[in-house]
């Protein structure tokens, strides 16, 4: 097996194309030689090396040294140095690099190779005794860091300390002398700690520092991060050494990094820091104030310090030209870093940068009119989850942040309102034209009229895939979940947080995208969906087979789906529309109704708000295909709880609430997501699918009517898994259409079709097909009753589940493919078999997850069908598994 692989001096072994071999720094170093690039030369040390390393107890293979010492002579070689001989000083860098760029991994070591005697060839070679001494300090405080794990604050105070006796401010200030004494310093505190005196030879450094770059592989703030981005462990790290460039030789030498085009705008302009005088990662560490690269950025930036431009003229139009040609060659945006040795400049690494949501359609966008790639590859290049960042408000970059509590990012996007402390004065204030916070430990369906109310939500209690992140995000409304260090006190009206009292109408803020909560109001950045955006969305439109509908029941979100190109409804889920208002009343009449008789009494009450519900949506569908969900819910959601509540119901009813109150308990269910609701409902009281059936139908004639575009409505019958349920409901919802015609003498066409939300369902897919002529996959439930794992209660063990790697994902947000995908796939085909043109849907959360969507695709759904916010990411993300 080749071990490592060489660069240098206009060649390499390896290239950009070899990153899982190399990682990405190494295989980009190789390809910027092959270009013929000023690279220090070098070589790479592979990922199979750093696997081998693992898999045989921390050994390295048993030709790696001999590999290791004839790359360092071929380093030698091209730059005319020995390693470990002071005559002709060789030093070298040892640099990690994953595939992927992974903060966590250990930092580089600079300057190895330099020991008591080499620095003073070092100092005589140079001719400049504080630089060589400036090295060697630097080498000791980064090796005994890295590699010795000795703290970074140790060397640190040392050098304040040094600092504030001579009087200075600044590292540059220490002379030759000043910087012996420190290094005397560091070596005795090292050899206090440690018990030895620090590794003098160059080749025990090296091995070293090859050793804790494979270490480092497995330190804990890696494997958290690999978990939490999903990188395999099996990926392994490479190493690259590499001959130093200096920096820090004096006045001519510099170091910093740069961006080809901005990566928080995207616009079209070098940008980027350097220093004169240092070396490697002072630009980023803030020891001084960096300086502008060009004159424009300096200007535009109001700084007084000259630009590279100017103080380096040469360096900087080679750099120029070598960031040009990097990104034309890399088609993308580069991340660059760079040297400057006594005028002479050196690349050190290039990478694709990380950008924004805003820079990248920006970008994508310009590139594709630059002609450097084509349309599709631009949709290719957006993140779909990341336009996320784009729909919603955000709090302004510059603005100040209070910061009081800190909760989980639940759902995006920013607000700034009043707190209130229930549903039921979020409605009060916002009929007030006020904004509000809703503030709860946590919320229940009870609250959705309030969540509707508020501008966002905060919770004190419950994860990513409670109650309030799941409703909130289907809004589109920010949420900051599980806020635990505030304390809500319902009775007293109070939230207290750092020993400080807020009360129902202080303003507060939350930040949905990184569950920030702040006090007071903080300045907004408002959504810009046209532009570049619009440009990606109509190329992606282009691309994409699959349609995009939306879940909606209100027409405020109706309306933001289809301004956000919905192209139908998917989902609408009708129970919402019964916490409106007065309907709450007429709705727990009908549920506590003894009989039939009173049961249609109070469901003729609901018949016209309904009507006038499926008219609106119907008329701003205009046409569009809409999926009508008929009641779902368990009934007890609708229960009165309150005393209050009861005798409200009771004394339209007519009852006592005592009699009311035992109604309600003969309601009660042991497990009601389990229990009498769905296609049940509809069974036992066949009157409330009836009402229902009757409002869509008599809302279809009326659109028809009105807009001149006939609406086929699609009702669909929830958790059906037997076909003779599907067959019972919808003989009723024939009979209902057959008379809503003869009444109006319209024909109106519609399809009965049913979720598929059980594994029996699923599993009769086939016969249940007969009569279904359509199928959506409500995989929410589906997964919940697949797994047999409550979503609601949920969040305290799948945490501890992906902590202790049982499951990767949270099956609520990204779909079980092994297992509930199967169930679809399944379905899908048996659906197919019975009846080839049955239209097939997806309106479960995973509608709006871009992984997810992939796999819809690919078992051919017809469409998916998301929250409206979601609905650019589902186009972007259904053209992206499109092609
Ligand atoms: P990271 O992956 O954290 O960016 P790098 O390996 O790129 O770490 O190194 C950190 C810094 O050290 C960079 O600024 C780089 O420019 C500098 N550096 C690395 N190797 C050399 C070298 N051979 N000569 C001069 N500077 C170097
Ligand atoms: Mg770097
Ligand atoms: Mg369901």
């Given at each position: 097996?080749?071990?490592?692989?060489?660069?240098?001096?206009?060649?390499?072994?390896?290239?950009?194309?070899?990153?899982?071999?190399?990682?990405?720094?190494?295989?980009?170093?190789?390809?910027?030689?092959?270009?013929?690039?000023?690279?220090?030369?070098?070589?790479?040390?592979?990922?199979?090396?750093?696997?081998?390393?693992?898999?045989?107890?921390?050994?390295?293979?048993?030709?790696?040294?001999?590999?290791?010492?004839?790359?360092?002579?071929?380093?030698?070689?091209?730059?005319?140095?020995?390693?470990?001989?002071?005559?002709?000083?060789?030093?070298?860098?040892?640099?990690?690099?994953?595939?992927?760029?992974?903060?966590?991994?250990?930092?580089?070591?600079?300057?190895?190779?330099?020991?008591?005697?080499?620095?003073?060839?070092?100092?005589?070679?140079?001719?400049?005794?504080?630089?060589?001494?400036?090295?060697?300090?630097?080498?000791?405080?980064?090796?005994?860091?890295?590699?010795?794990?000795?703290?970074?604050?140790?060397?640190?105070?040392?050098?304040?300390?040094?600092?504030?006796?001579?009087?200075?401010?600044?590292?540059?200030?220490?002379?030759?002398?000043?910087?012996?004494?420190?290094?005397?310093?560091?070596?005795?505190?090292?050899?206090?700690?440690?018990?030895?005196?620090?590794?003098?030879?160059?080749?025990?450094?090296?091995?070293?520092?090859?050793?804790?770059?494979?270490?480092?592989?497995?330190?804990?703030?890696?494997?958290?991060?690999?978990?939490?981005?999903?990188?395999?462990?099996?990926?392994?790290?490479?190493?690259?050494?590499?001959?130093?460039?200096?920096?820090?030789?004096?006045?001519?030498?510099?170091?910093?990094?740069?961006?080809?085009?901005?990566?928080?705008?995207?616009?079209?302009?070098?940008?980027?820091?350097?220093?004169?005088?240092?070396?490697?990662?002072?630009?980023?560490?803030?020891?001084?104030?960096?300086?502008?690269?060009?004159?424009?950025?300096?200007?535009?930036?109001?700084?007084?310090?000259?630009?590279?431009?100017?103080?380096?003229?040469?360096?900087?139009?080679?750099?120029?030209?070598?960031?040009?040609?990097?990104?034309?060659?890399?088609?993308?945006?580069?991340?660059?870093?760079?040297?400057?040795?006594?005028?002479?400049?050196?690349?050190?690494?290039?990478?694709?940068?990380?950008?924004?949501?805003?820079?990248?359609?920006?970008?994508?966008?310009?590139?594709?009119?630059?002609?450097?790639?084509?349309?599709?590859?631009?949709?290719?290049?957006?993140?779909?989850?990341?336009?996320?960042?784009?729909?919603?408000?955000?709090?302004?970059?510059?603005?100040?942040?209070?910061?009081?509590?800190?909760?989980?990012?639940?759902?995006?996007?920013?607000?700034?309102?009043?707190?209130?402390?229930?549903?039921?004065?979020?409605?009060?204030?916002?009929?007030?034209?006020?904004?509000?916070?809703?503030?709860?430990?946590?919320?229940?369906?009870?609250?959705?009229?309030?969540?509707?109310?508020?501008?966002?939500?905060?919770?004190?209690?419950?994860?990513?895939?409670?109650?309030?992140?799941?409703?909130?995000?289907?809004?589109?409304?920010?949420?900051?979940?599980?806020?635990?260090?505030?304390?809500?006190?319902?009775?007293?009206?109070?939230?207290?947080?750092?020993?400080?009292?807020?009360?129902?109408?202080?303003?507060?803020?939350?930040?949905?995208?990184?569950?920030?909560?702040?006090?007071?109001?903080?300045?907004?950045?408002?959504?810009?969906?046209?532009?570049?955006?619009?440009?990606?969305?109509?190329?992606?439109?282009?691309?994409?087979?699959?349609?995009?509908?939306?879940?909606?029941?209100?027409?405020?979100?109706?309306?933001?789906?289809?301004?956000?190109?919905?192209?139908?409804?998917?989902?609408?889920?009708?129970?919402?529309?019964?916490?409106?208002?007065?309907?709450?009343?007429?709705?727990?009449?009908?549920?506590?109704?003894?009989?039939?008789?009173?049961?249609?009494?109070?469901?003729?009450?609901?018949?016209?708000?309904?009507?006038?519900?499926?008219?609106?949506?119907?008329?701003?569908?205009?046409?569009?295909?809409?999926?009508?969900r008929l009641l779902d819910?368990?009934?007890?959601?609708?229960?009165?709880?309150?005393?209050?509540?009861?005798?409200?119901?009771?004394?339209?009813?007519?009852?006592?609430?005592?009699?009311?109150?035992?109604?309600?308990?003969?309601?009660?269910?042991?497990?009601?997501?389990l229990g009498h609701r769905g296609c049940r409902l509809a069974v036992s009281y066949p009157?409330i699918a009836e009402?229902?059936a009757?409002?869509?139908?008599?809302?279809?004639?009326?659109?028809?009517?009105?807009?001149?575009?006939?609406?086929?409505?699609?009702i669909m019958v929830p958790l059906v898994g037997l076909k003779t349920e599907l067959d019972f409901v919808k003989a009723s919802i024939d009979?209902?259409?057959?008379?809503?015609?003869?009444?109006?003498?319209?024909?109106?066409?519609?399809?009965t079709g049913t979720m598929i939300e059980l594994p029996r369902a699923a599993i009769r897919a086939?016969v249940i097909a007969e009569a279904a002529e359509?199928f959506s996959?409500g995989?929410?439930d589906?997964?919940?009753t697949?797994?047999?794992?409550?979503?609601?209660?949920?969040?305290?063990?799948?945490?501890?589940?992906?902590?202790?790697?049982?499951?990767?994902?949270?099956?609520?947000?990204?779909?079980?493919?092994?297992?509930?995908?199967?169930?679809?796939?399944?379905a899908?085909?048996?659906?197919?078999?019975?009846?080839?043109?049955?239209?097939?849907?997806?309106?479960?959360?995973?509608?709006?997850?871009?992984?997810?969507?992939?796999?819809?695709?690919?078992?051919?759904?017809?469409?998916?069908?998301?929250?409206?916010?979601?609905?650019?990411?589902?186009?972007?993300?259904?053209?992206?598994?499109?092609?």
């Open positions: 097996t080749k071990w490592v692989y060489t660069f240098g001096d206009g060649a390499a072994e390896g290239r950009a194309g070899d990153r899982n071999l190399l990682g990405g720094k190494g295989a980009n170093l190789a390809e910027m030689c092959s270009l013929g690039l000023p690279v220090p030369p070098g070589f790479t040390i592979t990922t199979e090396a750093c696997n081998w390393f693992y898999a045989n107890g921390r050994t390295y293979p048993p030709s790696l040294e001999a590999d290791v010492l004839a790359a360092l002579d071929h380093i030698g070689a091209l730059t005319g140095r020995r390693f470990g001989d002071p005559e002709k000083l060789l030093l070298v860098s040892v640099r990690s690099g994953a595939r992927a760029s992974m903060p966590g991994m250990m930092d580089t070591v600079l300057n190895l190779g330099l020991n008591d005697e080499t620095v003073e060839a070092l100092a005589t070679d140079s001719g400049d005794a504080r630089f060589a001494y400036d090295s060697y300090r630097r080498f000791i405080q980064m090796y005994s860091n890295v590699v010795l794990d000795l703290d970074h604050e140790v060397f640190e105070e040392i050098l304040e300390e040094e600092k504030a006796r001579l009087g200075y401010e600044l590292d540059t200030e220490l002379s030759a002398i000043e910087w012996q004494g420190v290094i005397a310093h560091y070596k005795a505190t090292i050899e206090e700690e440690l018990g030895e005196p620090f590794p003098q030879d160059p080749r025990e450094q090296l091995w070293g520092a090859i050793g804790a770059v494979f270490s480092s592989w497995m330190n804990h703030r890696a494997i958290t991060y690999r978990r939490l981005h999903d990188i395999p462990e099996s990926w392994g790290t490479a190493v690259n050494v590499q001959a130093m460039v200096f920096g820090n030789m004096g006045e001519t030498s510099a170091t910093g990094v740069a961006f080809t085009r901005n990566p928080s705008t995207g616009e079209k302009m070098l940008y980027g820091e350097f220093l004169v005088n240092a070396q490697g990662e002072d630009v980023v560490a803030g020891i001084r104030t960096p300086q502008s690269i060009t004159e424009k950025a300096r200007i535009d930036s109001g700084s007084d310090k000259p630009s590279l431009q100017k103080v380096m003229p040469e360096a900087f139009a080679s750099f120029v030209e070598i960031s040009e040609r990097l990104e034309k060659h890399y088609r993308d945006m580069q991340d660059l870093e760079f040297t400057i040795e006594r005028g002479k400049l050196w690349m050190l690494q290039t990478r694709s940068g990380k950008r924004t949501a805003k820079a990248a359609l920006r970008m994508a966008v310009d590139m594709a009119a630059e002609g450097l790639i084509g349309k599709e590859e631009a949709v290719a290049r957006i993140d779909p989850a990341s336009l996320d960042q784009l729909l919603h408000p955000t709090i302004d970059p510059k603005a100040e942040r209070n910061v009081i509590a800190i909760g989980l990012p639940a759902s995006p996007g920013a607000a700034t309102g009043e707190i209130v402390f229930s549903s039921h004065d979020a409605e009060e204030a916002k009929a007030l034209g006020k904004k509000v916070i809703l503030v709860r430990i946590e919320t229940s369906p009870e609250d959705i009229h309030g969540m509707h109310a508020a501008e966002g939500i905060l919770t004190t209690r419950g994860g990513m895939t409670s109650h309030a992140a799941v409703v909130a995000r289907g809004m589109g409304k920010p949420c900051v979940s599980g806020a635990g260090s505030l304390r809500v006190d319902y009775r007293a009206g109070t939230l207290m947080v750092m020993g400080e009292t807020f009360r129902k109408g202080d303003i507060v803020t939350i930040d949905g995208g990184n569950g920030q909560v702040l006090k007071g109001p903080v300045a907004m950045l408002q959504p810009e969906l046209s532009g570049d955006f619009a440009a990606i969305m109509e190329w992606a439109d282009a691309t994409r087979r699959m349609k995009v509908r939306t879940n909606a029941e209100t027409p405020a979100d109706a309306r933001m789906a289809r301004s956000f190109g919905a192209e139908g409804i998917g989902l609408c889920r009708t129970e919402h529309m019964f916490f409106e208002g007065d309907r709450i009343i007429a709705m727990r009449e009908m549920i506590l109704a003894d009989t039939e008789k009173d049961r249609r009494a109070a469901l003729a009450k609901l018949l016209p708000m309904q009507r006038s519900d499926f008219l609106e949506l119907f008329e701003i569908m205009a046409g569009l295909p809409v999926t009508i819910p368990p009934l007890h959601e609708f229960l009165p709880k309150t005393e209050e509540e009861i005798a409200e119901v009771a004394s339209v009813m007519n009852v006592s609430a005592e009699k009311l109150r035992q109604r309600t308990e003969t309601l009660h269910e042991f497990n009601p997501m009157e009402m229902q009757r409002a869509i139908f008599e809302a279809a004639v009326e659109a028809g009517r009105k807009t001149g575009n006939p609406v086929v409505p699609e009979a209902v259409a057959k008379s809503v015609m003869d009444e109006t003498g319209v024909t109106v066409e519609y399809l086939h359509f996959f995989t929410n589906l997964t919940q697949t797994f047999g794992i409550s979503r609601d209660d949920a969040a305290s063990f799948l945490d501890i589940y992906r902590q202790k790697g049982i499951v990767e994902q949270d099956p609520f947000v990204s779909l079980d493919i092994d297992g509930v995908g199967e169930l679809v796939r399944m899908a085909e048996k659906g197919r078999a019975t009846r080839p043109d049955i239209k097939l849907g997806i309106c479960g959360e995973h509608g709006g997850d871009p992984a997810s969507i992939h796999f819809c695709e690919e078992v051919g759904l017809d469409y998916v069908s998301c929250s409206p916010y979601r609905v650019p990411i589902a186009r972007l993300a259904a053209a992206q598994a499109a092609v």
